[in-house]
């Protein structure tokens, strides 16, 4: 079965960088996209980045744009979410998911929480 | 960027009931546009893609339909599992905004 299962989360000062990994099985990981979206506490969400299936096309959110950086390494089924100049409204449960390239978002991680924090 | 914006924000309803939420787009999204139930503490599940289409495993009481810049996601006859935050998601082009969600309460 698909599972996602993302990892890497914790506390980090401002300013500071975080690396997210999100690792992927059931599936032949090389053939699909991949997306970050998070959720602030008590929040909705917001989707964050996106990365085409061979790695060549990637797109931001404008709020993230310049200090994230979206990666994935097909030889280990995972991706990643490269975070830097990190802000206190960076602070969410980060989720990873798969683009079912049927226009919809079909299986997601349970999410790792980060915590922008002095 | 496109807005989403969905209405209402929440809305109280029966077990039973037929309940329609709707989302609104700055622009058309081509019926590049998702559904999403998200219940508290877990990731969201996807109920429909590309407007209309009912994802696999997805009861059949969910339905989703519209064009142009008007979306609506339906729920035919609420179970008690279906109290939760439902969000819009179009994926027409970049970036793919989600739209507030509308809070679905047991009345």
């Known amino acids: 079965q698909v599972q996602l299962v993302e990892s890497g989360g914790g506390v980090v000062q401002p300013g500071g960088s975080l690396r997210l990994s999100c690792a992927a099985s059931?599936?032949?990981?090389?053939?699909?996209?991949m997306h970050w979206v998070r959720q602030a506490p008590g929040k909705g969400l917001e989707w964050v980045a996106h990365?085409?299936?061979?790695?060549?096309?990637?797109y931001y959110a404008d709020s993230v744009e310049g200090r994230f950086t979206i990666s994935r390494d097909n030889s280990k089924d995972t991706v990643y979410l490269q975070m830097t100049s990190l802000r206190a409204d960076d602070s969410a449960v980060y989720y990873c998911?798969?683009?079912?390239?049927?226009?919809?978002?079909?299986?997601w991680g349970q999410g790792t929480l980060v915590t922008v924090s002095s | 960027a496109i807005q989403l914006t969905q209405s209402p924000s929440s809305m109280s309803a029966s077990v039973g009931d037929r309940v329609t939420f709707t989302c609104r787009a700055s622009?058309?999204?081509?019926?590049?546009l998702a559904w999403y139930q998200q219940r508290p503490g877990k990731p969201p599940k996807l109920l429909i893609h590309g407007a209309s289409s009912l994802q696999s495993g997805v009861p059949s009481r969910f339905s989703g339909s519209g064009s142009g810049t008007e979306y609506t996601l339906t729920i035919s006859g609420l179970q008690p599992e279906d109290f939760a935050t439902y969000y819009c998601q179009h994926l027409n082009d970049y970036p793919h905004t989600f739209g507030q969600g509308t809070i679905l309460e047991v009345k």
């Open positions: 998911a798969r683009d079912g390239d049927t226009y919809g978002l079909d299986y």
């Open positions: 059931g599936f032949s990981f090389s053939a699909y996209a």
């Open positions: 990365i085409r299936y061979d790695g060549n096309n990637r």
């Open positions: 622009q058309v999204v081509s019926s590049a």
